[in-house]
């Protein structure tokens, strides 16, 4: 059931997180799908609920950066790159530090741990009232479009989950970027809602793409058919055909636009929304998606519908 994110209804998700029940709730990126880090049924529960194979991992959401240092092994360079990223759309992988059995099962047995802290204030004060690490993975069915509202969520995964909290359309629209931080080299393992270059920028330091091999993932929910819409879908469309949905980016005609200004922030918020609408509507049995620059947050939005592309 969907709830407004009101303070009382917070505290009350809180309570069930606590009780060892799952809730759904807002992040800056995707609607999350929660669980305690303490509780091990329960987090057996959300990959029971979305239909998860236990082999991919979940990340750890925190609202207080002294969890970050108890649960993983950091350095200069993660810290400084949380302090100044964080809340936001950047997850860590780091070599695990704690000794909490629930963990491994988020963790999927890896030694490795995946960190962080979002940027909405339902997700934190959530976390905070909860007063555990929110384990959460995004609320939707395995391999099917992400949700950033509160109704994806519920067109998904119905009533399994006993309470969606609700605080509207997520701003940024599509998953935090992954950096894997054990080795010298930065690895970023999903683009996401941070650009690399911002990243770049900032430590002064290139970072690497992982190759994404469809069948040796370096991080396990990086298979290549994950974000599937149920109508096949062409990418880098210029010209659709007439049984094409067309979903544009810039001035054109098409039946909706990511961005008419080709904005690609805009064009990142909007991205999910308009999938589950091209894969909703009856009218059209194919989609067909226009060209993205490859560049900032057009390389997230690039490899989402390359996924979705996949056949
Ligand atoms: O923006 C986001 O990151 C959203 C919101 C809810 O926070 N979460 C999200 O979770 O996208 P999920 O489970 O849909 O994607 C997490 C990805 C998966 O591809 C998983 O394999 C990878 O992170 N991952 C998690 N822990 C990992 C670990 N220890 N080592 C390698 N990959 C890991
Ligand atoms: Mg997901």
Not at 74 to 82: G, I, M, N, P, Y
Request: charge should be positive.
């Amino acid at each position: 059931m969907i709830y407004k994110a009101t303070q009382s209804n917070i505290l009350k998700a809180a309570q069930l997180i606590q009780s060892g029940d799952v809730v759904a709730f807002p992040t800056e990126t995707v609607y999350g799908l929660g669980a305690s880090g303490y509780d091990a049924k329960a987090i057996a529960k959300i990959f029971d609920i979305k239909n998860r194979p236990t082999f991919n991992p979940l990340i750890s959401h925190i609202a207080d950066i002294d969890f970050l240092t108890e649960y993983a092994q950091t350095d200069e360079r993660v810290l400084a790159l949380a302090k100044q990223f964080w809340p936001g759309p950047m997850t860590f992988i780091l070599n695990r530090k704690d000794n909490n059995p629930a963990l491994d099962l988020a963790c999927a047995g890896l030694s490795k741990i995946s960190v962080r802290m979002p940027k909405h204030k339902v997700a934190l004060d959530l976390i905070k009232a909860s007063g555990v690490p929110i384990v959460a993975p995004s609320a939707n069915k395995s391999q099917t479009i992400s949700p950033t509202t509160a109704e994806h969520v519920q067109k998904s995964l119905g009533d399994a989950v006993p309470m969606i909290l609700d605080a509207g359309p997520c701003t940024v629209g599509v998953e935090s970027t992954i950096l894997d931080m054990t080795h010298h080299q930065i690895v970023v393992l999903r683009a996401g809602g941070l650009a690399a270059e911002v990243i770049e920028e900032f430590l002064g330091e290139k970072v690497l793409f992982s190759d994404g091999n469809p069948n040796k993932p370096s991080s396990p929910g990086q298979l290549l058919k994950h974000y599937a819409p149920r109508y096949e879908t062409q990418i880098n469309v210029r010209h659709p055909q007439a049984d094409e949905f067309y979903i544009g980016f810039g001035k054109m005609s098409c039946d909706l636009n990511l961005s008419p200004s080709g904005d690609l922030q805009e064009a990142a918020a909007n991205l999910f929304s308009m999938m589950h609408l091209a894969e909703t509507q009856k009218i059209k049995k194919k989609i067909a998606i226009a060209p993205i620059p490859n560049k900032g947050l057009g390389r997230a939005i690039n490899d989402r519908i390359k996924r979705a592309s996949y056949k």
